[in-house]
């Protein structure tokens, strides 16, 4: 008879985690969050329709998604439409994504600096918010005094309207972290910054991505504005040039396609918030 080790305990085989699964699991939020878009998108072009439908007195300044489509893709002149367009949405593209870099980045950094050293927050804070109380309209002569009519007086415009409402988001995440943790790093002997870095940051991440999230249409209507008031480049000024001019096809193509192309990056931003919560914080992907 063999012998039973009485103090070892009894070996439980947990089975293994097929890919199958995991990948399901990553996507599944992924697919909730991408499914309203679409229905959103859906509910707008018949909002569009609905509203043409309703005041048909607006006329010729009024076109539908099928006159847009015709205008971009299947009427005759839409090669020469889609260049002029797509020339100008590069513009705006880069002009709102380096505004919209610089505005995140620095929001992440003044928000650690505001709640790693509260002296510093007390003492800026509501300047910040009396600043962002004042319309941006008004603080564009400013701007395109200081740093000029080009390329980094849009983007300043862009990054001014990422900061401040990313500023409060990523602050209220960072100050969400959970007390004890923050303690426990302390016991340890770790500084404030140590505990900020290593719990306050990963716990942040959900209000990081929403600050991007909503980031992402402040950027491009912060560039539009840039543009408009500022440089004379890019979709911004395009949308201006075609009221006078009577373009309304190129208004309303133009206009839709910044939606589309609003919509597309808020997507992927919240598609690269559910992987990168999978990964980092399970079971906090955004529903």
Do not use: C, H
Request: hydrophobic residues 55%; without cysteine; proline residues 7%.
């Amino acid at each position: 008879m063999s012998e039973i080790n009485l103090n070892k305990p009894p070996q439980v085989e947990v089975p293994p985690r097929s890919g199958l699964a995991t990948t399901m699991n990553v996507l599944r939020p992924i697919g909730r969050f991408l499914l309203p878009l679409l229905v959103s998108l859906v509910l707008l072009v018949a909002l569009w329709y609905g509203f043409l439908k309703l005041y048909p007195q607006v006329g010729l300044v009024g076109k539908s998604p099928g006159d847009v489509w015709n205008y971009l893709v299947t009427g005759p002149t839409s090669g020469a439409a889609r260049q002029v367009i797509f020339a100008e949405m590069r513009i705006t593209l880069r002009d709102a994504t380096i505004g919209f870099i610089a505005g995140l980045g620095a929001a992440l950094v003044v928000s650690a600096l505001f709640v790693g050293v509260p002296a510093i927050a007390q003492a800026f804070l509501p300047v910040a918010m009396l600043l962002r109380s004042v319309p941006l309209v008004a603080l564009t002569p400013i701007i395109v005094l200081v740093f000029g009519r080009g390329l980094m007086g849009v983007t300043v415009m862009a990054a001014i309207v990422v900061f401040f409402p990313a500023l409060v988001m990523i602050m209220t995440g960072l100050k969400s972290a959970p007390r004890q943790a923050m303690e426990l790093v302390a016991a340890y002997g770790g500084s404030q910054w140590t505990a900020l870095r290593m719990v306050a940051v990963p716990a942040a991440l959900p209000s990081v991505f929403a600050a991007a999230r909503i980031s992402v249409p402040g950027a491009l209507i912060g560039a539009l504005l840039g543009e408009w008031l500022g440089s004379g480049t890019g979709l911004g000024a395009g949308l201006i040039r075609a009221i006078p001019t009577f373009q309304y096809n190129r208004l309303w193509a133009s206009i839709a396609l910044v939606t589309v192309v609003s919509v597309f990056a808020y997507a992927v931003v919240g598609v690269l918030e559910n992987l990168v919560l999978a990964r980092f914080a399970p079971g906090r992907e955004r529903d």
